[in-house]
């Protein structure tokens, strides 16, 4: 009965690289969410997405951040041109329903530290 | 719109006695609301949540929460700390009827003394 995965747990980059990282939801989940905590915040919403559609982005920011939940495979959070303030920590989370009644099963987490 | 106040960003307490994190909200819509705990470099895990039936959750570990619409209110409590709650601890509330983003205070941390 595995939960949210999130890979890799711990990311280290150098300024200018690409960060990408996965989140393979609970099995049978469809709506997948994305959020991001900076130190000593609590988190903060990116984007929602529902198989190969974007729902909800109005937490990301509009310039080299992307993200994708295809039809197979994992969702992916892409980071081009990281900066030092990209430094944080991601959370992944899936809901097997739509609506914001339903429970969200979050992933352990990958922290990306930008160099 | 929707937002969440944690009121304390850090409450301590003794082994044994109550605890209480104090959280407000505002929501234009008819709001679901939940408590999640965050142990060191660990996801998060729910604690309970409200979602119109009773006012009083309970939720695992021994916490519970009462939905005081009143007040705009959610309140977390324990009857008695256990040095394993030490956390850090999220209030969440979504817009029940649609879909998408929730949205986090920004923590309380509990500390828990022998």
């Known amino acids: 009965n595995a939960g949210v995965m999130q890979n890799p747990r711990h990311l280290v980059r150098r300024r200018g690289q690409e960060a990408r990282l996965r989140c393979s939801p609970v099995?049978?989940?469809?709506?997948v969410y994305w959020y991001r905590q900076l130190p000593e915040e609590g988190l903060k919403f990116m984007v929602y997405l529902q198989k190969e559609n974007i729902i909800d982005e109005s937490g990301m920011p509009k310039e080299r951040f992307s993200a994708e939940f295809p039809k197979e495979g994992p969702s992916i959070l892409r980071i081009q041109q990281v900066v030092r303030g990209d430094s944080a920590a991601y959370f992944c989370?899936?809901?097997?329903?739509?609506?914001?009644?339903?429970?969200?099963?979050f992933g352990p987490g990958t922290r990306l530290t930008v160099l | 719109a929707q937002s969440v106040t944690q009121l304390d960003s850090h409450v301590s307490v003794s082994e044994g006695t109550p605890v209480l994190l104090r959280c407000n909200y505002s929501?234009?819509?008819?709001?679901?609301l939940f408590w999640y705990v965050q142990h060191p470099n660990k996801g998060l895990q729910l604690l309970l949540k409200y979602t119109s039936a009773a006012t009083l959750v309970k939720g695992i570990n021994g916490f519970e929460a009462e939905f005081k619409k009143s007040e705009t209110s959610f309140h977390l409590t324990k009857p008695s700390a256990h040095m394993s709650d030490a956390a850090e601890y999220f209030c969440?509330?979504?817009?029940?009827?649609?879909?998408?983003?929730?949205?986090f205070g920004d923590g309380t941390t509990l500390t828990v003394k022998p």
């Open positions: 929501s234009s819509y008819s709001p679901s």
């Open positions: 969440v509330v979504s817009d029940k009827e649609r879909a998408g983003k929730s949205t």
């Open positions: 099995k049978g989940h469809s709506h």
């Open positions: 989370a899936s809901s097997l329903r739509q609506g914001g009644n339903n429970e969200q099963f």
